[in-house]
Structures are given as C-alpha cells and as structure tokens.
C-alpha cells in the first residue's frame, strides 16, 4: 500500500505541533505593534496559554490589557478562526529567566504605546458563488467588524 508522503507527514506529532504553533501565531494580530515586536513566542503548557515576552514593561502590558481581549476572542469566535479547545485556558504573559538575567533596568523607558489601527473596514462585495469560500469572506468580515469594535468609541 503507497502513501503519500504530505499524509506522512500530516500524520506525523510533529507536524501536529507545528500547525498548532501557526495557529497560535494568529493571536498576535490582538496585539499593539510594540508588543508584537517584543514578543518571543506562544505555547501551550498546563492548560494555559502562555506568551514570552523580551521585556517586563511588554509582560504588564499584555496581563493587563491585551489577555481579556484574546480571551474574549476566544470565547465568542475562536471557532470561526480554528482555535478550538483554546477558550478553556487561562492566558498569561511571562518574561523568560534568561532574558531577566541580560535585563539593564537602569535603561530609559522605552515608548510603550504604538497601537495598530486597522485601516480596513470590512465593506466589500462577496460575490463568490461556492459556500464553503462565500463563509471564508463572511468570516474574515466578522473579524474586521470585531476587530474595528476595539477602536471606535
């Protein structure tokens, strides 16, 4: 019996691993650019989900603020975005040990708040005949609508 070598790998823990990181690199889009850059990586370990960041400031930053908006997301339209069984996670940023010990707390502050402002505005014609694409733009909509919703007051 052949088998292709993509349903090889598909079927291979490490690949699994490897889509749930992509997965999760989708939550960055939550973030103010500055925290964006000063983020490390996302995992998950002992159900939560967990966000490494470069520096303290970043780390307060994202528990304060930026944690109820992902988990919010989650909640209510995880499942459109294929991040199911995420909901159920307490999310948390920390800083790495290591990037504590290189830390120069005598440094200036740095300029903390460098928002993104979607520019986009979720208007436009779906004129796609096939369903399953049609509900793909329908998403990406709500999402540009639930994304817009964090900056119109």
Same mark, same amino acid.
């Given at each position: 019996?052949?088998?292709?070598? @993509?349903?090889?790998?598909?079927?291979?823990?490490?690949?699994?691993?490897?889509?749930?990181?992509?997965?999760?690199?989708?939550?960055?889009?939550?973030?103010?650019?500055?925290?964006?850059?000063?983020?490390?990586?996302?995992?998950?370990?002992?159900?939560?989900?967990?966000?490494?960041?470069?520096?303290?400031?970043?780390?307060?930053?994202?528990?304060?603020?930026?944690?109820?908006?992902?988990?919010?997301?989650?909640?209510?339209?995880?499942?459109?975005?294929?991040?199911?069984?995420?909901?159920?996670?307490?999310?948390?940023?920390?800083?790495?040990?290591?990037?504590?010990?290189?830390?120069?707390?005598?440094?200036?502050?740095?300029?903390?708040?460098?928002?993104?402002?979607?520019?986009?505005?979720?208007? @436009?014609?779906?004129?796609?005949?096939?369903?399953?694409?049609?509900?793909?733009?329908?998403?990406?909509?709500?999402?540009?609508?639930?994304?817009?919703?964090?900056?119109?007051?």
């Amino acid at each position: 019996m052949e088998q292709n070598i @993509f349903s090889l790998l598909i079927q291979k823990k490490s690949y699994k691993k490897l889509e749930t990181l992509l997965k999760l690199k989708k939550l960055k889009v939550f973030m103010p650019l500055s925290l964006q850059k000063n983020l490390l990586f996302i995992f998950i370990k002992d159900s939560k989900l967990l966000f490494a960041f470069k520096d303290l400031w970043a780390c307060k930053e994202f528990n304060q603020r930026v944690a109820k908006e992902i988990s919010h997301f989650l909640i209510t339209q995880g499942h459109a975005c294929g991040l199911d069984g995420l909901d159920a996670l307490e999310i948390v940023a920390y800083v790495p040990k290591d990037s504590l010990e290189k830390a120069n707390f005598y440094a200036p502050v740095k300029k903390q708040a460098q928002f993104y402002r979607p520019s986009a505005l979720g208007l @436009f014609h779906n004129p796609i005949k096939d369903t399953r694409l049609h509900e793909c733009f329908e998403k990406a909509r709500s999402l540009i609508h639930y994304q817009r919703s964090f900056f119109e007051e």
